[in-house]
């Protein structure tokens, strides 16, 4: 596109006590998704359904936030960030505390959903808002503080989850929940800014809402950069999803000793977007992005070297870690750039374009799993497949943008 980004507003328009606010939003759904991840068995047996019906409950979720993203998009449009947060906070509460008192399955899975539908808002809003008051490298510099953050997520849910096992049973995980998703909601109540103004505020009919899903699907910038940050997560999924199996049933990793690289992992991930952050003072933050491509399929593919060669093993699996641990830090340059890349031209419609992209990143961040579990379970080299397909996916993307959408790599590179 030709047309130059909207002017941004100035970042400070959001308090450093807003920033982290908007980043405790942001992490909830993943928190939310890997808090209870632990209770599997104990959930399994309490409800009475047997190996496996956990994974039907994690579906609940993922398909309420998928659908709960796409539908509240346009609602952001039309009363602003604040308002449908709030509900969303609301809704995501009142779920949690009736999942921890539910006895019946197929309640708990339909609670489930209503949760992912109300938790969906808590990935739309923060996005539109960062929209909302930045754009370019200054975008990307947001995005990247508000990472710092959301990279604890992957730290802090296991260990928490696993310690709330420890001091009852599973409900805890819900009740948590309920406290959690509360205390955002009254901090949003008192705190947050609604960063869209009435005047920019519009309603649309359902085919213009159609409408509007089908002008950014068709819109080279946005797709390409979306798929993406899509892409990115797909690779991140594909090692988290992967990670109990690889560290602790073939390479014979403790519990401690997984949980500590778990976290250096996370770490490794926060680090990358702090570097990020700094790079794009001086470079074009999409020069940044294509630093973090190259780093990540160099070190993807010498994962998959190392797999398939022998030279990872249970007696020496720490190239492999290092070269994980290589791969997670390069998403750190990827996901904040690539989010911004593509809600740069559409600040007149954020909320929509917000709630498509984590739509999409749900959906093609998801099928990791499925290649998970296709993949065989007990080859060590099962997770570098997955990386190396999810890099090369960001890679193809950003070619096609680059090849669609020329100009966009110097209009908005700034």
């Not at 009475?48 to 539908?71: D, E, P, V, Y």
């Not at 406290?179 to 519009?202: H, V």
């Not at 159609?210 to 797909?234: C, H, I, K």
């Amino acid at each position: 596109m030709s047309a130059s980004a909207p002017p941004a507003l100035s970042v400070p328009a959001l308090s450093s006590a807003n920033r982290i606010l908007i980043a405790m939003i942001f992490i909830l759904g993943p928190v939310a998704t890997d808090m209870y991840l632990p209770a599997f068995p104990m959930l399994e047996h309490d409800l009475g359904h047997g190996a496996g019906s956990a994974q039907l409950t994690l579906t609940s979720w993922l398909a309420g936030l998928a659908i709960g993203q796409f539908t509240l998009g346009p609602f952001c449009d039309r009363f602003g960030r604040k308002s449908p947060l709030l509900l969303g906070l609301a809704v995501y509460s009142i779920a949690s505390g009736m999942l921890a008192v539910t006895t019946n399955f197929h309640m708990f899975c339909f609670l489930r959903f209503v949760a992912g539908l109300g938790g969906a808002a808590t990935s739309v809003a923060p996005r539109a808002m960062v929209r909302d008051v930045a754009t370019g490298s200054e975008g990307a510099k947001l995005m990247s503080q508000l990472m710092l953050i959301f990279g604890l997520g992957p730290i802090l849910a296991p260990t928490i989850g696993g310690f709330l096992l420890e001091l009852g049973n599973w409900r805890l995980i819900f009740w948590a929940g309920l406290g959690f998703g509360g205390f955002l909601m009254l901090w949003s109540w008192f705190l947050l800014p609604d960063t869209l103004a009435p005047e920019k505020r519009f309603a649309l009919p359902f085919s213009g809402i159609l409408q509007r899903y089908v002008s950014l699907v068709r819109e080279p910038l946005f797709l390409s950069a979306a798929m993406v940050a899509s892409f990115g997560t797909f690779t991140m999924f594909t090692y988290l999803s992967n990670a109990p199996a690889l560290f602790e049933g073939i390479l014979g990793f403790s519990p401690r000793a997984f949980a500590i690289f778990f976290g250096l992992n996370a770490g490794g991930f926060i680090l990358g977007t702090q570097v990020n952050a700094r790079l794009i003072r001086r470079h074009a933050f999409t020069r940044v992005m294509e630093l973090g491509m190259i780093g990540g399929l160099v070190a993807a593919v010498l994962c998959l070297i190392v797999s398939a060669t022998g030279l990872a093993s249970p007696s020496s699996p720490w190239v492999l870690c290092v070269l994980i641990w290589c791969v997670t830090f390069s998403l750190g340059f990827i996901g904040p750039n690539a989010g911004v890349l593509a809600m740069t031209h559409h600040g007149h419609q954020a909320g929509s374009a917000a709630a498509l992209m984590g739509t999409l990143n749900w959906t093609v961040g998801g099928a990791a799993g499925v290649l998970m579990a296709v993949l065989p379970a007990h080859w060590i080299g099962s997770t570098a497949v997955g990386m190396v397909l999810g890099v090369l996916g960001c890679w193809l993307s950003d070619l096609w943008r680059r090849r669609l959408d020329p100009e966009s790599y110097l209009s908005v590179s700034r």
